[in-house]
C-alpha cells in the first residue's frame, strides 16, 4: 500500500502533464505547491509524526516536491518554447539582410600584395626609390649611352629642372646598391612612366615591380627558379614559363619571360610578363664609382635583375581588357574586386 | 623588319619551326604572313565578252578565253572590269583558300563554268571590291602560282642591338649560326680578283667623326626605267615600294645586305662631292619633298654649292635619280649610329637608312654592297661603271678581341657546357678563336724523337691545353660590334645553347626587413583600416591635367607632355579623386566613399611624400534598405568617422582655404597632418556636397606604433549617468566636454554625446538640446551610488555656472 504522499505526487504530475496551458498549469503550481497546496500543508503535518516517522515522511516529501516542481518546470518550458517557436515562424525568413557595406582594394594594389608576398616566402626584402630622378641612375648608372633612344623627349617625360620621370623602377637597383654594399636582395614596387600615347595596353604611367638578388655564384639558374616559382604562385603549378633572350642594356644575358596557361585569358598563347636579365658588369662598375669602393667587383658578384609589370599582370590575371581601366576607378569595375 | 622566307632560302636552309627557333634565340617573331596562291586549277583568263545577265540585275554573263581552245561562259557579279582584261579564272574541281569548291552550275538559269575571282577569294590580303585584274603581260593559260609564287612574310622585332640582322644575308647568317646549316651562294663574297680599285683621299670628309669613310663610284649611262618583275616582287614583298631600277636596286641591296646606298644623277651634281657638317640654318630640300632647316651637328653630303644628302639619313630632291637620269654617282659609306640617330630625330626624319645606320652597319659589307649594285646596274640598267672608286676616310678596324672564361660562363649560367661545345657556338657566330700567345701549336712532336721527350712534351702539352681550356681570346666578326665583353660572348653561348635546357634552381637568402617593408606594412594596414570602414581604394594617375579644377595650385609641370590630360605632377590627391567622382557621377552612381593611398609631389621642386585621401559623396547607404526608413547624405561626421578609423584621436580645427567651402586642419597631437572639409560647389560640378580630406601619411607612419600594449582588463563594474542639458546655440560640443572633464575628476571614465536637437523650438531661441552619457569607474573597487552621485552633481554644477546650461532633470 503506498503511502498518501506517494498518491498525492502522482495525482499532481498527472494534472500537470495534462494541463492543456500555462494558466492550467499555473493553476496546478497554487494547488499543490503554493503556501496552502496539498504539498505544502504536509509540511505542517509533520510536526504531528513520531520520531521515527518524521525523517522518512520528511525524505519522501522532499522527493515528492522535488519531483512536482521539476514536472511542473518542464511543462513551463514545453509552453514557453513552443510559444516562442511560435511567434518566429511568421517571420518571412527571404527578406534580404541587412545590407554590410565592404569596402575592397584596388586590383593593383590586390596583384602587388600578391606578388610582394610571394617575393616575401622567397626572402626579398622591400626598396623604394622616388619617381622623380636624374638621368644618372635611370640610363648613364645602367649603361643606357647618352645617344640612347630611351632618353630622348619623345618617349620620356622630363621636368623643367632636367630630371625626370623614371622609365622604369630599375632606378632602384641603382640606389640600393649605391646604400649598401652585397648581398642584395631586394624588390622595389613602384610607378613608372613613359611618353607613349594612351591606349588600351598602354598608360603614361605604369606599375612595375623591381627586383635584383646580387650574391656570389648567382645564375640564370638562379633567376629561372626565382621567376619560374612566382608565375607558378601566382597563376597556378600548371603554367608553363619560358625564358626568351632579348635585349637590354643593363642585362646580359637578358631574358624575356612568357607565360602560357589555359586559365589564363589568351589561353593557349605566350604571354610576355617580365623582363630579366643577369646585371651587366657595366652597371657594377658605374655603382662602384658612385660608391668610391669595389664593393661590386664584377668578378666577385654576380646578379640578376627583373622588372614585372603589374598592370599586364593585374589585366592577365583578372582577364582585365583594357588597362585604362585601372585609373578610371568606376565603382563597377572596383566593386568586382571586393 | 619583313623578311621574305623565300629570300632567306637563296642563303640557307630554313628549318620547318623556324618562327620558334629565332624567337627562342632572342629573335622575336611578331607575326608570319603566308603570301601568294597555293592553290591549283586557278589560271590566268582573259575576258573576251561580256554582256547583262538575263535574269539579275547585278549580274553579267563573259566569255572568257583559257588557253584551252574553247571559250568558257563565267557568271561574274563584279564590276571592275571591261573586255579585254586578263582576271583569274578557278576552273571546276578548284578549291579556294576559303573553303569554296568550284562546280560547273547555273546561277540564275545561266551555265557558269567557274568563277573569276577577286584578291580575298585568292588569299591574297582583304581586298573583295572586284576582281584582281591581272598585269596586260601575264600569259593566258599560266598557272595562277606562277604569277603568285608562295611565299612566307616574317615580321621580326630586331632589338637596337642587333643592327646586322637587318637584312636578309644578315637573318640568314644568324640562321646559319644557330641551325648549323651552311650559308649557301656566294652573292655577299666580293668577287675574288675582280674588285674595283679604289682611289683613296678622293672624297674629301671634314667631320671624320660622324662619318669615318665615304665611298662614290661613278656609273655611267644607265637606262632608267622599271625595274625587271623579279626586282620588283622583291622589294615590294617586304613592302617597298617600286619607283624605278636604280632606285630599286639601291633598295634591294639595303635589303639584302643591310647596307644603305644611295644614287645621286651625277650631272646636277656641281663638282666633287664632300662630307661636312651643315651650317646653321642651311636649307635641304628632301627626297620626301620637304624643306628641312639644318644646324650645325647635323652630318650632310654636298657638293660645291649646295647640300645634297643628309649624312645616313635621306637624299636631296634636286639630286635625285629621275627618268631623265643618264649617269649617277652611287654613294656606300659607314655614319656613326650617334650622328645619324641625333640628325634623324633632331629633324623627325627617320628613313629605312637610318634606322639601319643609327643601329651600325658592317663596316666589311659597305664596298660589298656598293659594287653589288653595281653589278645589279650593269645588268639591269645596262650601266657602264668606272673602274674606281673614289673613297675618303678608313673602315673602321675590326672590333677589339674578347677573351672568354668558360668557368665564368658556367658560373652565370648555372649550368655546365662543355668548353667544346662553347667553341662550337662561337665559331658558328664568325667569332674566331684565337692561339694563346708563347704556345707552339700542338701538332709540331713528329715522329722520331725520344720516346721520354716525347712523354714529357705530352705532359706539357695537355698542362697548355688545360690552360686553354680555362679561358681563350676571341676575335669578333666586322659585324659583331655589339660584342664587347665577355658577358656579351656568354649570351650568344645561352642563346644558341637554349635557356630552356637550364633548370631553375631554388636559391634563396634570408634578409633583414627594411623601412621599405615596414612601411608597406603600415600602407597594408591603414588600407585595410579603411575597406573594413567600408571605403572602396582608388589608383588614379599621378600626372594631371593642365587644369585641373581644384587642388592643383603651382603643380609642378612636365617640360614636354604628350596629353593634356597628363601634364602635371599631382600636388594632391583630390584633384584625381574629384575626377573619379564625376565619372561615377555621370555612370549614376548615388553613393561614393573612396581613398587612395599614395604618391603626391609637393611644389616647387616636386618633393615626394605619401598623402593618404579620402572622397565621401552621396547617400550614407549605397542601397535603401527596407528597414531604414530614411537614407541621409554623407557628411563632414563620416568623414571624421573614416579618418577616426585611420588614426584615432585626431583633432580638428577651423582653417580656410580656396577650394574648401567648409575647411578645417587635421591634427594629431601637436602636429598638422593634413586637411579636410567640404569642396567649393565652384570646384565641383557634382551636385550635392563633396567630402575630402587629405593626409600626410609619412608623418603618421612616425607616429605609428609597431605593437599594441597590453592595458588590465577593468574588474569592477561602471556607473552611467546622464546628463541632459540645453545651451546657447553657439557653445561647442568641445566646449561642453571641456567643462565636463576640467577639473578632472578621477571617476570620471568618458563622455559620450548621445543625443543632440537644435530644431524647432530651440532654433529660434538660439538653443540647442543635448545629452551625454557619463561613465565612472575605479578601477580598484566598486563605486558606490554616493561617490557618484557627488561627483555627477559636481560636473552638473559647473555646467550650469560655466555654460548657462539648462539641466533637465
Same mark, same amino acid.
Given at each position: 500500500?503506498?503511502?498518501?504522499?506517494?498518491?498525492?505526487?502522482?495525482?499532481?504530475?498527472?494534472?500537470?502533464?495534462?494541463?492543456?496551458?500555462?494558466?492550467?498549469?499555473?493553476?496546478?503550481?497554487?494547488?499543490?505547491?503554493?503556501?496552502?497546496?496539498s504539498?505544502?500543508?504536509?509540511?505542517?503535518?509533520?510536526?504531528?509524526?513520531?520520531k521515527?516517522? /518524521?525523517?522518512?515522511?520528511?525524505?519522501?516529501?522532499?522527493?515528492?516536491?522535488?519531483?512536482?516542481?521539476?514536472?511542473i518546470?518542464?511543462?513551463?518550458?514545453?509552453?514557453?518554447?513552443?510559444?516562442?517557436?511560435?511567434?518566429l515562424?511568421?517571420?518571412?525568413?527571404?527578406?534580404?539582410?541587412?545590407?554590410?557595406?565592404?569596402?575592397?582594394?584596388?586590383?593593383l594594389?590586390?596583384?602587388l600584395?600578391?606578388?610582394?608576398?610571394?617575393?616575401?616566402?622567397?626572402?626579398?626584402?622591400?626598396?623604394?626609390?622616388?619617381?622623380?630622378?636624374?638621368?644618372?641612375?635611370?640610363?648613364d648608372?645602367?649603361?643606357?649611352?647618352?645617344?640612347?633612344?630611351?632618353?630622348?623627349?619623345?618617349?620620356?617625360?622630363?621636368?623643367?629642372?632636367?630630371?625626370?620621370?623614371?622609365?622604369?623602377t630599375?632606378?632602384?637597383?641603382?640606389?640600393?646598391?649605391?646604400?649598401?654594399?652585397?648581398?642584395?636582395?631586394?624588390?622595389?614596387?613602384?610607378?613608372?612612366?613613359?611618353?607613349?600615347?594612351?591606349?588600351?595596353?598602354?598608360?603614361?604611367?605604369?606599375?612595375?615591380?623591381?627586383?635584383?638578388?646580387?650574391?656570389?655564384?648567382?645564375?640564370?639558374?638562379?633567376?629561372?627558379?626565382?621567376?619560374?616559382?612566382?608565375?607558378?604562385?601566382?597563376?597556378?603549378?600548371?603554367?608553363?614559363?619560358?625564358?626568351?633572350?632579348?635585349?637590354?642594356?643593363f642585362?646580359?644575358?637578358?631574358?624575356?619571360?612568357?607565360v /602560357?596557361?589555359?586559365?589564363? /585569358?589568351?589561353?593557349?598563347?605566350?604571354?610576355?610578363?617580365?623582363?630579366?636579365?643577369?646585371?651587366?658588369?657595366?652597371?657594377?662598375?658605374?655603382v662602384? /664609382?658612385?660608391?668610391?669602393?669595389?664593393?661590386?667587383?664584377?668578378?666577385?658578384?654576380?646578379?640578376?635583375?627583373?622588372g614585372?609589370?603589374?598592370?599586364?599582370?593585374?589585366?592577365?590575371?583578372?582577364?582585365?581588357?583594357?588597362i585604362?581601366?585601372?585609373?578610371?576607378?568606376?565603382?563597377r569595375f572596383?566593386?568586382?574586386?571586393? | 623588319?619583313?623578311?621574305?622566307?623565300n629570300?632567306?632560302?637563296?642563303?640557307?636552309?630554313?628549318?620547318?619551326?623556324?618562327?620558334?627557333?629565332l624567337?627562342m634565340?632572342?629573335?622575336?617573331?611578331?607575326?608570319?604572313?603566308?603570301?601568294?596562291?597555293?592553290?591549283?586549277?586557278?589560271?590566268?583568263a582573259?575576258?573576251?565578252?561580256?554582256?547583262?545577265?538575263?535574269?539579275?540585275?547585278?549580274?553579267?554573263?563573259?566569255?572568257?578565253?583559257?588557253?584551252?581552245?574553247?571559250?568558257?561562259?563565267?557568271?561574274?557579279?563584279?564590276?571592275?572590269?571591261?573586255?579585254?582584261?586578263?582576271?583569274?579564272?578557278?576552273?571546276?574541281?578548284?578549291?579556294?583558300?576559303?573553303?569554296?569548291?568550284? &562546280?560547273?552550275?547555273?546561277?540564275?538559269?545561266?551555265?557558269s !563554268?567557274?568563277? +573569276?575571282?577577286?584578291?580575298?577569294?585568292?588569299?591574297?590580303?582583304e581586298?573583295?571590291?572586284?576582281?584582281?585584274?591581272?598585269?596586260?603581260d601575264?600569259?593566258?593559260?599560266?598557272?595562277?602560282?606562277?604569277?603568285?609564287?608562295?611565299?612566307?612574310i616574317?615580321?621580326?622585332?630586331?632589338?637596337?642591338?642587333?643592327?646586322?640582322?637587318?637584312?636578309?644575308? #644578315?637573318?640568314?647568317? !644568324?640562321?646559319?649560326?644557330?641551325?648549323?646549316?651552311?650559308?649557301?651562294?656566294?652573292a655577299?663574297?666580293?668577287?675574288?680578283?675582280?674588285?674595283?680599285?679604289?682611289?683613296?683621299?678622293?672624297?674629301?670628309?671634314?667631320?671624320?667623326?660622324?662619318?669615318p669613310?665615304?665611298?662614290? %663610284?661613278?656609273?655611267?649611262?644607265?637606262?632608267?626605267?622599271?625595274?625587271?618583275?623579279?626586282l620588283?616582287?622583291?622589294?615590294?614583298?617586304?613592302?617597298?615600294?617600286?619607283?624605278?631600277?636604280?632606285?630599286?636596286?639601291?633598295?634591294?641591296?639595303?635589303?639584302?645586305?643591310?647596307?644603305?646606298?644611295?644614287?645621286?644623277?651625277?650631272? &646636277?651634281?656641281?663638282?666633287?662631292?664632300?662630307?661636312?657638317?651643315?651650317?646653321?640654318?642651311? &636649307?635641304?630640300?628632301?627626297l620626301? #619633298?620637304?624643306?628641312?632647316?639644318?644646324?650645325?651637328?647635323?652630318?650632310?653630303?654636298?657638293?660645291? !654649292?649646295?647640300?645634297?644628302?643628309?649624312?645616313?639619313?635621306?637624299?636631296?630632291?634636286?639630286?635625285?635619280?629621275?627618268?631623265?637620269?643618264?649617269?649617277?654617282?652611287?654613294?656606300?659609306?659607314?655614319?656613326?649610329p650617334?650622328?645619324?640617330?641625333?640628325t634623324?630625330?633632331?629633324?623627325?626624319?627617320?628613313?629605312?637608312?637610318?634606322?639601319?645606320?643609327e643601329?651600325?652597319?658592317?663596316?666589311g659589307?659597305?664596298l660589298?654592297?656598293?659594287?653589288?649594285?653595281?653589278?645589279?646596274?650593269? !645588268?639591269?640598267?645596262?650601266?657602264?661603271?668606272?673602274?674606281?672608286?673614289?673613297?675618303?676616310?678608313?673602315?673602321?678596324a675590326?672590333?677589339?678581341?674578347?677573351?672568354?672564361?668558360?668557368?665564368?660562363?658556367?658560373?652565370?649560367?648555372?649550368?655546365?657546357?662543355?668548353?667544346?661545345?662553347v667553341?662550337?657556338?662561337?665559331?658558328?657566330?664568325g667569332?674566331? &678563336?684565337?692561339?694563346?700567345?708563347g +704556345?707552339?701549336?700542338?701538332?709540331?712532336?713528329?715522329?722520331g724523337?725520344?720516346?721520354?721527350?716525347g712523354?714529357?712534351?705530352?705532359?706539357?702539352?695537355?698542362?697548355?691545353?688545360?690552360?686553354?681550356?680555362?679561358?681563350?681570346?676571341?676575335?669578333?666578326?666586322?659585324?659583331?660590334?655589339?660584342?664587347?665583353?665577355?658577358?656579351?660572348?656568354?649570351?650568344?653561348?645561352?642563346?644558341?645553347?637554349?635557356?630552356?635546357?637550364?633548370?631553375?634552381?631554388?636559391?634563396? %637568402?634570408?634578409?633583414?626587413?627594411?623601412?621599405?617593408?615596414?612601411?608597406?606594412?603600415?600602407?597594408?594596414?591603414?588600407r585595410?583600416?579603411?575597406?573594413?570602414?567600408?571605403?572602396?581604394?582608388?589608383?588614379?594617375?599621378?600626372?594631371i591635367?593642365?587644369?585641373?579644377?581644384a587642388?592643383?595650385?603651382?603643380?609642378?609641370?612636365?617640360?614636354?607632355?604628350?596629353?593634356?590630360?597628363?601634364?602635371? +605632377?599631382?600636388?594632391?590627391?583630390?584633384?584625381?579623386?574629384?575626377?573619379?567622382?564625376?565619372?561615377?557621377?555621370?555612370?549614376?552612381?548615388?553613393?561614393?566613399?573612396i581613398?587612395?593611398?599614395?604618391?603626391?609631389?609637393?611644389?616647387?621642386?616636386?618633393?615626394?611624400?605619401?598623402?593618404?585621401?579620402?572622397?565621401?559623396?552621396?547617400?550614407?547607404?549605397?542601397?535603401?534598405?527596407?528597414?531604414?526608413?530614411?537614407?541621409?547624405?554623407?557628411?563632414?561626421?563620416?568623414?571624421?568617422?573614416?579618418?577616426?578609423?585611420?588614426?584615432?584621436?585626431?583633432?580638428?580645427?577651423?582653417?580656410?582655404?580656396?577650394?574648401?567651402?567648409?575647411?578645417?586642419?587635421?591634427?594629431?597631437?601637436?602636429?598638422?597632418?593634413?586637411?579636410?572639409?567640404?569642396?567649393?560647389?565652384?570646384?565641383?560640378?557634382?551636385?550635392?556636397?563633396?567630402?575630402?580630406?587629405?593626409?600626410?601619411?609619412?608623418? +603618421?607612419?612616425?607616429?605609428h606604433?609597431?605593437?599594441?600594449?597590453?592595458?588590465?582588463?577593468?574588474?569592477?563594474?561602471?556607473?552611467?549617468?546622464?546628463?541632459?542639458?540645453?545651451?546657447?546655440?553657439?557653445?561647442?560640443?568641445?566646449e561642453?566636454?571641456?567643462?565636463?572633464?576640467?577639473?578632472?575628476?578621477?571617476?570620471?571614465?568618458?563622455v559620450?554625446?548621445?543625443?543632440?536637437?537644435?530644431?524647432?523650438?530651440?532654433?529660434?531661441?538660439?538653443?540647442?538640446?543635448?545629452a551625454?552619457?557619463?561613465?565612472?569607474?575605479?578601477?580598484?573597487?566598486?563605486?558606490?551610488?554616493?561617490?557618484?552621485n557627488?561627483?555627477?552633481?559636481?560636473?552638473?554644477?559647473?555646467?550650469?555656472?560655466?555654460?548657462?546650461?539648462?539641466?533637465?532633470?
Open positions: 500500500m503506498s503511502h498518501p504522499l506517494e498518491q498525492l505526487r502522482d495525482d499532481a504530475l498527472r494534472e500537470i502533464d495534462s494541463a492543456p496551458n500555462e494558466q492550467a498549469l499555473e493553476a496546478a503550481r497554487v494547488k499543490f505547491l503554493g503556501k496552502s497546496g504539498i505544502s500543508s504536509w509540511g505542517e503535518q509533520m510536526k504531528s509524526l513520531s521515527e516517522e /518524521k525523517p522518512i515522511v520528511g525524505k519522501l516529501l522532499n522527493e515528492v516536491r522535488t519531483a512536482v516542481t521539476n514536472a518546470d518542464a511543462r513551463g518550458e514545453t509552453f514557453r518554447s513552443q510559444k516562442e517557436t511560435e511567434s515562424a511568421k517571420i518571412d525568413i527571404s527578406l534580404p539582410g541587412t545590407p554590410n557595406e565592404r569596402g575592397s582594394l584596388h586590383p594594389t590586390q596583384m600584395d600578391r606578388s610582394i608576398a610571394i617575393f616575401r616566402r622567397m626572402g626579398f626584402a622591400l626598396a623604394d626609390g622616388p619617381d622623380v630622378e636624374d638621368e644618372w641612375h635611370c640610363f648608372a645602367l649603361n643606357t649611352p647618352p645617344d640612347h633612344p630611351a632618353r630622348n623627349e619623345a618617349d620620356t617625360f622630363y621636368l623643367p629642372d632636367g630630371r625626370l620621370l623614371r622609365t622604369h630599375s632606378t632602384v637597383q641603382i640606389r640600393t646598391m649605391t646604400a649598401a654594399p652585397p648581398p642584395i636582395r631586394v624588390i622595389a614596387p613602384g610607378a613608372a612612366y613613359r611618353r607613349d600615347e594612351v591606349d588600351a595596353t598602354h598608360g603614361a604611367q605604369f606599375h612595375q615591380i623591381e627586383g635584383l638578388y646580387v650574391d656570389r655564384n648567382v645564375s640564370v639558374a638562379d633567376l629561372k627558379g626565382t621567376m619560374e616559382y612566382l608565375m607558378h604562385e601566382l597563376f597556378g603549378a600548371e603554367t608553363q614559363v619560358r625564358f626568351r633572350p632579348h635585349y637590354f642594356p642585362t646580359e644575358p637578358s631574358l624575356e619571360i612568357d /602560357k596557361s589555359k586559365a589564363l /585569358k589568351g589561353g593557349e598563347q605566350w604571354i610576355e610578363v617580365c623582363g630579366s636579365g643577369m646585371v651587366h658588369p657595366a652597371v657594377f662598375e658605374q662602384n /664609382k658612385a660608391r668610391g669602393d669595389d664593393a661590386y667587383d664584377p668578378n666577385e658578384w654576380t646578379g640578376f635583375a627583373f614585372l609589370g603589374m598592370d599586364r599582370l593585374a589585366m592577365i590575371l583578372f582577364g582585365v581588357p583594357d585604362r581601366l585601372f585609373a578610371q576607378n568606376d565603382l572596383l566593386r568586382q574586386f571586393a | 623588319m619583313k623578311f621574305s622566307v629570300w632567306l632560302r637563296e642563303f640557307v636552309d630554313l628549318p620547318d619551326d623556324i618562327a620558334d627557333l624567337t634565340a632572342g629573335v622575336e617573331i611578331e607575326r608570319i604572313e603566308e603570301r601568294g596562291a597555293k592553290i591549283d586549277n586557278v589560271v590566268v582573259q575576258i573576251t565578252a561580256s554582256s547583262q545577265h538575263p535574269n539579275a540585275d547585278r549580274l553579267s554573263v563573259c566569255e572568257v578565253d583559257d588557253g584551252s581552245g574553247t571559250k568558257r561562259q563565267i557568271v561574274c557579279g563584279a564590276k571592275n572590269y571591261k573586255v579585254g582584261d586578263k582576271v583569274p579564272l578557278a576552273l571546276p574541281g578548284a578549291k579556294l583558300p576559303n573553303g569554296l569548291e568550284i &562546280k560547273k552550275s547555273k546561277l540564275r538559269g545561266v551555265e !563554268e567557274g568563277m +573569276l575571282c577577286s584578291p580575298i577569294e585568292l588569299g591574297f590580303g581586298d573583295a571590291s572586284g576582281l584582281l585584274i591581272l598585269s596586260p601575264a600569259k593566258i593559260g599560266a598557272p595562277i602560282v606562277d604569277l603568285f609564287p608562295a611565299d612566307t616574317l615580321d621580326v622585332e630586331i632589338t637596337p642591338n642587333r643592327g646586322d640582322l637587318l637584312s636578309h644575308y #644578315g637573318l640568314a647568317r !644568324e640562321i646559319s649560326a644557330l641551325t648549323g646549316k651552311k650559308i649557301v651562294g656566294q655577299h663574297r666580293l668577287p675574288a680578283g675582280d674588285a674595283p680599285a679604289l682611289q683613296k683621299k678622293a672624297i674629301k670628309i671634314a667631320a671624320p667623326n660622324e662619318c669613310f665615304f665611298s662614290a %663610284r661613278k656609273i655611267d649611262n644607265v637606262k632608267i626605267g622599271p625595274s625587271p618583275a623579279w620588283r616582287a622583291k622589294i615590294e614583298s617586304v613592302g617597298i615600294r617600286s619607283i624605278n631600277n636604280i632606285v630599286d636596286i639601291s633598295n634591294f641591296v639595303m635589303l639584302e645586305f643591310g647596307q644603305p646606298t644611295h644614287a645621286f644623277d651625277a650631272d &646636277k651634281l656641281k663638282g666633287a662631292l664632300n662630307v661636312r657638317m651643315a651650317r646653321d640654318g642651311e &636649307k635641304f630640300l628632301a620626301d #619633298g620637304k624643306t628641312y632647316s639644318l644646324k650645325s651637328n647635323n652630318l650632310v653630303i654636298a657638293d660645291q !654649292e649646295r647640300v645634297v644628302g643628309i649624312g645616313g639619313v635621306m637624299g636631296g630632291e634636286e639630286t635625285g635619280v629621275t627618268e631623265s637620269t643618264t649617269n649617277v654617282i652611287l654613294e656606300a659609306a659607314y655614319f656613326l650617334a650622328s645619324v640617330r641625333r634623324a630625330r633632331n629633324l623627325n626624319l627617320p628613313s629605312d637608312a637610318s634606322y639601319r645606320f643601329r651600325g652597319v658592317d663596316p659589307m659597305v660589298r654592297a656598293s659594287e653589288r649594285a653595281t653589278e645589279l646596274m650593269r !645588268e639591269i640598267a645596262n650601266a657602264k661603271p668606272a673602274k674606281e672608286i673614289q673613297t675618303g676616310g678608313e673602315l673602321p675590326n672590333p677589339p678581341d674578347v677573351s672568354f672564361d668558360y668557368e665564368k660562363s658556367d658560373k652565370l649560367l648555372g649550368v655546365t657546357i662543355e668548353p667544346k661545345r667553341d662550337e657556338i662561337l665559331i658558328r657566330f667569332l674566331t &678563336k684565337r692561339k694563346l700567345d +704556345l707552339k701549336p700542338s701538332s709540331s712532336t713528329g715522329e724523337r725520344l720516346k721520354k721527350e712523354r714529357r712534351l705530352k705532359a706539357v702539352e695537355s698542362n697548355e691545353r688545360e690552360s686553354i681550356e680555362r679561358s681563350a681570346r676571341w676575335g669578333v666578326p666586322s659585324h659583331r660590334r655589339d660584342l664587347q665583353r665577355d658577358v656579351d660572348l656568354i649570351e650568344e653561348v645561352v642563346r644558341a645553347y637554349g635557356v630552356g635546357n637550364i633548370s631553375g634552381s631554388d636559391r634563396s %637568402r634570408f634578409t633583414p626587413s627594411s623601412d621599405a617593408d615596414r612601411e608597406y606594412n603600415w600602407e597594408a594596414q591603414l585595410s583600416r579603411l575597406v573594413a570602414a567600408g571605403l572602396l581604394e582608388a589608383r588614379t594617375s599621378k600626372l591635367p593642365r587644369n585641373a579644377p587642388f592643383s595650385d603651382n603643380a609642378v609641370t612636365l617640360k614636354n607632355p604628350l596629353s593634356e590630360d597628363h601634364v602635371a +605632377l599631382r600636388p594632391s590627391l583630390i584633384s584625381g579623386l574629384l575626377d573619379v567622382l564625376e565619372r561615377n557621377v555621370r555612370a549614376g552612381a548615388e553613393k561614393l566613399s581613398f587612395e593611398l599614395g604618391r603626391a609631389f609637393i611644389p616647387p621642386d616636386a618633393k615626394e611624400e605619401r598623402h593618404l585621401a579620402i572622397l565621401l559623396w552621396g547617400n550614407a547607404s549605397a542601397q535603401s534598405d527596407w528597414r531604414t526608413q530614411t537614407n541621409r547624405r554623407l557628411d563632414l561626421f563620416d568623414l571624421k568617422g573614416a579618418l577616426d578609423a585611420v588614426v584615432p584621436q585626431l583633432s580638428f580645427r577651423k582653417w580656410s582655404y580656396p577650394d574648401l567651402a567648409l575647411a578645417v586642419e587635421v591634427w594629431s597631437g601637436d602636429r598638422k597632418i593634413g586637411f579636410g572639409g567640404q569642396v567649393a560647389s565652384t570646384r565641383s560640378t557634382t551636385t550635392g556636397p563633396v567630402f575630402v580630406a587629405e593626409l600626410h601619411a609619412d608623418l +603618421l607612419l612616425d607616429a606604433e609597431v605593437a599594441k600594449k597590453f592595458r588590465e582588463l577593468d574588474r569592477f563594474p561602471s556607473v552611467t549617468r546622464d546628463v541632459a542639458m540645453i545651451v546657447p546655440e553657439k557653445v561647442s560640443h568641445e561642453i566636454v571641456r567643462v565636463i572633464e576640467n577639473p578632472k575628476t578621477p571617476l570620471l571614465e568618458s559620450a554625446l548621445f543625443d543632440l536637437f537644435s530644431g524647432g523650438e530651440f532654433a529660434s531661441a538660439e538653443k540647442k538640446s543635448l551625454y552619457r557619463l561613465t565612472y569607474r575605479e578601477r580598484s573597487r566598486t563605486l558606490t551610488h554616493e561617490e557618484v557627488a561627483a555627477h552633481a559636481k560636473i552638473r554644477e559647473r555646467l550650469r555656472e560655466q555654460l548657462g546650461a539648462e539641466l533637465r532633470e
